[in-house]
């Protein structure tokens, strides 16, 4: 009996270990992951404060790098290569599994690391040229030996860390998920930019607004949707003269829009919150008689955190900031002469054509009365543990057609048997921007920097220590008839395509404004002067009409000015609806409970602080009224998918046509009037709210309610930062919500020695062992910022440095 049970025991002990050390389909093996030798336990990190001497191949000189006491590297080269070589190796030391998840995602590899869950996800970026594009990109990388020399070496220097990794030092994620890293190249960088332009310019209306315009016409979707808002307040100030010529703008054609045809799934709307504030005060409106710019880019909040910072100091530049894991260079920051930011332009540079086929070979299309070829790449997408899947794309001169005629599309408003038109699949250089303006020195610098730049378009705020300020809508813009992509085109119309550029000489532009500060919001770029069409619609007025308004109230402005402003939580909204909404409310239909709830929005000050409970009420109430309003007219389903007029139109109405027949519900026998509208979504918001936090109490409070997440890339609880306590909003100047914000906050006063501020939400590791895993967190969320150390050379004493790295 004895032996039986020990053979037994044996067996199973075989068993586990055998079960535990091989993967079953896309699990990974989880004894490697619980080794004390090589699993999650070598992860754990302390607090190193010992110098270091690290030998690798593939610099020409030595290079020194300076560590402070928030694990910032500042990396002193004695030439450019060696700097991006430095930045590639202490960026993947630190970043490697994001660098090499986000690329995995852009070029459809996800299938690889988890199996046939992330196929469709895989098919859709192939499908949408991520390939293509970055394929163009690269080559135009390389053509240019400033940009190539800066893509290589910092390839070579991922690559010399990857190189001397051992299982047992591969970051926690590797081992949760069963891989191994491989090898960086060239490409990873380019697929990295193509990432960032998925995130800011793929948001596209074109499918709803067609099925919009076949719902109720051409006049009521003019009236509905204008091409310029009711309140405003653009980048470029109203009533700037343009000081140029504008080339000829290509007429409308007679049919500027194709018929729909059903669809399966919609596209994801762009979040209005995923967009940014920048500003730049002049030196009249300065402390300190200089210029002082500051930049918010708000995107999803993620950890490890979309920025890394650094300071790369070779005998070219000098210049600290904002880098980003995969892309050499600081993309926001300064050196001794200039600083700059971005916000997200939003300009229409996706647009869907219809393409008829041959026949159902598809090896030809009908465009300009002709058949012409289609091109088709083939896509082989490797899943774990399934045989590869191959993919054919069709490609046509317009772009890839995602899907045909039986394929359900992965993502929202995708049309079926459509080409889309993007312009990340152009052959850009945008490294150069960022490469120019590193070593920029003056106004002059910054628009040659500028004049290389594509996607995604960008509001660039500039200053510099000559006392210029400047901000540019910018980007690559196709040159197009006016509403050109507000519908779906027609892809066998020649006058239909993208008819060249428009000259970026052309592109919005002003310097040193009579008002005294330049600022964007992501808001319309400019008045309705400008002769040329960027797009239809942009995002919301209120973050830029508060931000404009401070501004202009601001006289001796410091750092900390603009530090306070980017914290703001009022809400423009509010101030500008309640008081036309609530003389509507027929409070006598009201509850007890409901009563309580409108006598906290009556006194409220429009602040969405932490503590408040009217911004949870009012974002609710909004919710509910726009609905109210808009869903019986303008129902949405996936054959056919619709959109709401925005905010603005809506609460246009309200003050301008509170007649309007838009306020009935046509689902119901009555007539409905806006009083009805505004009362019941007010009982309806109130009710939910009691049904989601209970009676009326502190559980209301926006921070709760709101409950802001800083999800772990691979969605892993584990490792995100879970309700955090922070106060702003959609729509606000402090736009943080429930999973977007400001993922950089910068703020530097230029002078003879400039001084900077900065924070994100996160810190330098990505390691979830690390003590710089989330030690900005706290500092983030209070809207404090760190003193950014700004060194003049290696060998300058600080007591916030920590220790000293020799790469040799």
């Known amino acids: 009996m004895r032996y039986t049970k020990a053979a037994l025991i044996s067996l199973l002990t075989f068993g586990i270990v055998y079960g535990l050390n ?12 619980l080794s004390p030798f090589v699993g999650f336990w070598q992860n754990a990190e302390s607090v190193d404060a010992t110098d270091e001497e690290i030998t690798l191949t593939g610099t020409t000189a030595p290079v020194t790098v300076i560590i402070d006491d928030l694990a910032i590297p500042h990396v ?45 996800l895989d098919r859709y970026n192939r499908r949408l040229g991520m390939g293509f594009g970055a394929e163009r990109s690269l080559k135009a990388m390389l053509a240019d030996p400033r940009s190539r020399e800066s893509v290589e070496a910092y390839t070579a220097g991922v690559n010399a860390y990857i190189k001397q990794l051992k299982p047992a030092q591969y970051p926690l994620e590797y081992k949760l998920l069963g891989y191994a890293p491989e090898l960086w190249k060239p490409i990873k960088c380019a697929y990295f930019l193509k990432y960032m332009s998925g995130v800011l310019a793929l948001g596209a209306d074109d499918l709803n607004m067609s099925n919009v315009l076949k719902q109720v016409g051409p006049t009521v979707a003019a009236d509905l949707f204008p091409d310029y808002p009711f309140r405003e307040d653009p980048i470029i100030p109203t009533g700037t003269k343009w000081d140029f010529k504008p080339v000829p703008r290509p007429p409308t054609p007679v049919n500027s829009f194709s018929s729909t045809d059903a669809i399966s799934m ?14 730049a005060v002049g030196a009249q409106r300065s402390a300190t008689g200089y210029p002082i710019l500051a930049n918010d880019p708000h995107l999803s909040l993620s950890l490890p955190s979309i920025w890394y910072q650094m300071q790369l100091v070779t005998p070219t530049m000098n210049v600290y900031g904002a880098t980003m894991p995969g892309s050499p260079g600081v993309i926001i920051g300064f050196n001794k002469q ?63 057609v995602m899907y045909m005629a039986g394929q359900k599309p992965f993502a929202k408003n995708v049309p079926v048997g459509y080409a889309a038109r993007w312009i990340a699949h152009e052959e850009s250089n ?41 901000i540019s809508p ?17 892809g066998t119309d020649p006058t239909h395509d993208w008819q060249g550029w428009i000259p970026a000489e052309h592109n919005p532009h002003v310097i040193n404004p009579a008002r005294g500060f330049v600022s ?23 973050r830029g009409t508060r931000i404009n308004e401070r501004l202009a109230a601001m006289q001796a402005a410091t750092p900390d000015s603009l530090r306070l402003l980017q914290n703001d939580n009022l809400n423009i909204r509010a101030r500008n609806a309640l008081p036309v909404f609530l003389p509507y409310l027929q409070t006598q239909k009201l509850t007890e409970e409901q009563v309580k709830a409108l006598s906290i929005v009556k006194t409220w000050r429009y602040n969405h602080d ?16 726009m609905d109210a309003v808009w869903k019986d007219d303008f129902p949405s389903d996936d054959s056919s998918p619709l959109r709401y007029p925005s905010f603005d139109r809506t609460l246009q109405l309200a003050e301008k046509e509170p007649a309007a027949r838009w306020f009935d519900n046509t689902k119901t026998p009555g007539r409905e009037t806006i009083r009805e509208a505004l009362t019941q979504s007010f009982q309806s918001a109130v009710d939910s709210l009691s049904r989601q936090h209970g009676k009326l109490s502190e559980a209301w409070q926006w921070g709760n309610h709101k409950a802001t997440r800083i999800s772990h890339l691979a969605r892993l609880d584990a490792l995100s930062a879970l309700n955090v306590q922070i106060g702003g909003g959609n729509g606000i100047v402090n736009a943080t919500s429930e999973r977007n914000g400001p993922s950089w906050r910068m703020v530097v006063a230029l002078g003879p020695k400039p001084k900077a501020y900065g924070v994100y939400p996160g810190g330098q590791s990505g390691n979830p062992g690390s003590p710089n895993y989330l030690n900005m967190l706290e500092t983030w969320r209070t809207g404090q910022l760190n003193e950014l150390l700004y060194l003049q050379s290696a060998q300058e004493k600080n007591p916030r440095i920590r220790r000293k790295v020799i790469i040799k």
């Open 520 to 542: 964007s919001a992501n808001q319309s770029s400019t008045d309705p002067t400008y002769p040329y069409y960027i797009n239809w619609q942009f995002a919301p007025s209120e």
């Open 474 to 490: 910018n980007g690559r813009f196709p040159l197009k008839w006016k509403d050109q992509g507000k519908f779906l085109l027609d």
């Open 22 to 33: 091989r993967s079953w389909g896309a699990i990974p093996a989880f004894g490697p992951l």
């Open 338 to 400: 200039v600083a700059w930011g971005v916000t997200n332009v939003g300009a229409d540079v996706l647009d869907f054509y219809k393409i008829r086929f041959k026949d159902n070979n598809r090896r030809e299309y009908w465009h300009d009365n002709q058949w012409k070829p289609v091109t088709r790449r083939i896509e082989t997408v490797k899943v774990k543990g399934q045989p590869a899947v191959v993919d054919t794309v069709l490609y046509t001169h317009h772009g890839p």
């Open 266 to 279: 919609k596209w994801p709307e762009h979040d209005p919150t995923i967009g940014s504030n920048n500003w």
């Open 76 to 120: 002193f080269a004695q030439n450019d290569r060696d700097a991006y070589f430095a930045q590639g190796y202490l960026t993947a030391r630190d970043r490697l599994w994001q660098m090499e998840f986000q690329t995995h995602a852009a070029a459809g590899r996800v299938s690889e690391i988890v199996g046939d869950r992330a196929l469709e």
């Open 610 to 625: 932490v503590a408040e409970i009217a911004p949870t009420i009012f974002t609710e109430w909004m919710r509910q009224y």
């Open 430 to 470: 945008d490294f150069l921007t960022y490469y120019l303006l590193d070593r920029a020195k003056n106004h002059a610098d910054y628009r040659k920097a500028l004049s290389y730049y594509g996607a995604p378009a960008q509001n660039f705020v500039f200053a510099d220590v000559a006392k210029d300020i400047a």
